[in-house]
């Protein structure tokens, strides 16, 4: 027997949590308690519970692992609300381990303080953005409760909940058991597989493409291995770039349709047959798509279901999917006649003159720092920022390309430095800053040392663009740079080439502070995908209102 307190730390280790993230209160002021001083899990704790969401997310994408965000009842759960929602849409699982009245407590008569509605409102709330709950009023059944919850979250990759009530912290339980995953009935795999490798080896011109699942499931050496043995083109959805960023050149781009690079949008829209891996369906990823897709030639497993044509095959995981596909691969014609595309060239080579900045130079500047120190984990945050991250090589990449929250990028980007100990380079817009920007003063405490690339044109430039007639979207000049040493980091604003180039590698050879590199660009200096992609999306909206 243990404390129900360390049965859960233990648990959520033995289920591949490396650390937590969080704010501390009252409600859960025991449980941290249990955290610092037995030392099974590191905590990281930020400033405001959004960031911590953020960050947990950020870890649990960069780990292929489970993210832990830990905060205290009511005020502090339901600041947690939004960042928990994103990892709902965009797969991502985060642990919720959320402080809660005692019994007695409950049973007081009083309203408590910090809640909302009823006691249970909080519970309410988080089943609907996660995948499978547990609220922890009984030792005996808390052990396997909580080992339900978390192979649900590994299972399915998306957010769980876990409610821990003050007066249980204490309670003796058992250990913690890891519940085996579950796997795809044999036959339905073995159906499924025939009717995709048939599909395969009837087509002239398939493509592969994938999305976040595939590194939620630790399966990007395994596509790589698949698409090299097949000989299929592989590209990215919008909100899967960066995947198969270690792997040298099998992903010839990502798809944007109208605002990507046309030779991507062609090779995907004259597929033949279209293999959809962990992709999500949805309108960043396809609504900018010239043609509506064609079922019969198309293949998507998500979310634990496959579907083949018309035929859809529930319960069936994607890694034992990949695993038969990989087995099956020899039996289909690995070489197709047509050649491969080229694969996007992006900028480099940035003279460093006294011109001004364009978001095509801070992505050139950055494959060039890039190719001289070696490639760095990336967050972005929305806006501008995010379209320019697709002019930088394909490498390893964090955004919410989809649920498209703002305030993401600075507290992911701790939340990576904080699991993978590595520096990662942080893309942000002014907008995004002025939410989580403030994050970065946590840095100093535990050494991280990101850099962060601020894109500041003084505008909500994306909304800009959808609507210019707009006042609101002028922002001020916020002087960040000047805020920085504050935070204890290091901050220069750069306003030519030569003042970026320098300033990035000046950044780079400084170790042990946050360095946060504002560049300033001129309203209405945006990336080309950006416009093009505003464009398209507008046309796609007005589109469907028509219908
Ligand atoms: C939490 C809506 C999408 S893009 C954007 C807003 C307000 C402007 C971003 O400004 P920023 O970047 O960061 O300066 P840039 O390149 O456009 O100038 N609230 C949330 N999320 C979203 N997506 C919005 C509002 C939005
Ligand atoms: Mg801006």
């Known amino acids: 027997m243990q404390t129900l307190a360390a049965s859960l730390l233990q648990g ?54 489970l993210g832990v965000a830990v905060v205290t009842y009511g005020a502090g759960a339901f600041n947690l609300v939004n960042a928990i929602a994103g990892a709902y ?26 809640q909302a509605r009823s006691v249970d409102t909080q519970f309410a709330v988080f089943k609907e953005i996660t995948c499978d709950q547990a609220i922890l009023t009984d030792p005996v059944t808390a052990p396997q409760e909580i080992a339900r919850v978390l192979r649900s979250a590994r299972e399915r990759s998306l957010p769980v909940y876990i409610e821990l009530p003050r007066d249980m912290v204490d309670a003796p339980v058992a250990p913690v058991p890891v519940l085996p995953r579950r796997v795809a009935d044999p036959e339905a795999l073995r159906e499924c597989t025939d009717e995709i490798v048939a599909k395969l080896a009837a087509a002239s011109s398939p493509v592969l493409m994938v999305d976040v699942e595939i590194r939620r499931y630790g399966l990007e050496d395994k596509i790589e291995t698949l698409a090299r043995t097949l000989g299929v083109p592989v590209v990215t959805t919008f909100m899967g770039r960066g995947l198969l960023g270690s792997s040298s050149g099998v992903v010839c781009g990502t798809y944007l349709g109208s605002a990507g690079d046309p030779a991507v949008t062609q090779l995907v829209e004259e597929a033949d047959a279209l293999l959809l891996l962990g992709v999500i369906v949805c309108d960043t990823n396809f609504a900018l798509s010239q043609k509506s897709f064609d079922w019969r030639r198309t293949v998507l497993a998500i979310d ?18 990949v695993d038969a596909l990989l087995a099956r691969a020899g039996e289909i014609r690995s070489v197709w006649p047509r050649p491969a595309p080229p694969r996007a060239a992006y900028p480099r080579g940035l003279v460093a003159d006294d011109q001004a900045i364009t978001p095509t130079d801070i992505a050139a500047a950055i494959n060039d720092l890039f190719d001289r120190h070696g490639a760095m984990p990336m967050t972005s945050d929305v806006g501008d920022c995010l379209f320019t991250a697709l002019e930088i090589d394909n490498t390893a990449l964090a955004a919410p390309g989809y649920y498209a929250g703002m305030g993401f990028g600075v507290p992911a980007g701790i939340g990576v430095a904080a699991a993978t100990r590595e520096r990662p380079l942080i ?20 050494g991280l040392d990101p850099i962060v690339v601020l894109f500041n044109n003084c505008s909500w430039e994306m909304l800009r663009v959808f609507q210019p007639e707009s006042q609101f979207n002028y922002l001020d000049d916020w002087n960040f740079a000047a805020t920085a040493p504050a935070l204890g980091g290091y901050g220069e604003r750069v306003a030519t080439r030569r003042e970026l180039i320098e300033s ?6 400084r170790r042990g502070r946050f360095s946060l590199v504002e560049v300033m660009l001129a309203r209405g200096t945006t990336s080309r995908a950006l416009a093009r992609f505003v464009a398209g999306f507008k046309l796609s909206r007005d589109r469907a209102a028509q219908k």
């Open 12 to 65: 959520l280790k033995a289920h591949g949590a490396r650390e937590l993230f969080g704010i501390p209160g009252d409600f859960v002021l025991a449980f941290f308690k249990v955290v610092e001083e037995s030392g099974i899990l590191p905590c990281v704790t930020l400033s405001h519970e959004p960031a911590v969401g953020f960050a947990a997310d950020a870890a649990a994408r960069y780990n292929s692992g």
């Open 89 to 114: 849409a965009e797969r991502s699982p985060v642990v919720v381990i959320a402080g809660a009245p005692g019994a007695g407590e409950r049973a007081s008569g009083f309203l408590l303080h910090h």
């Open 304 to 321: 634990r279901t496959v579907r083949v044509g018309h035929h859809v095959y529930p319960d069936l995981p994607l890694e034992d999917l």
């Open 427 to 446: 893309l942000v817009g002014d907008g995004a800053f002025q939410m989580t920007g403030w994050e970065l003063g946590n840095c100093r405490r535990y």
């Open 504 to 509: 990035l590698e000046r950044a780079v050879t």
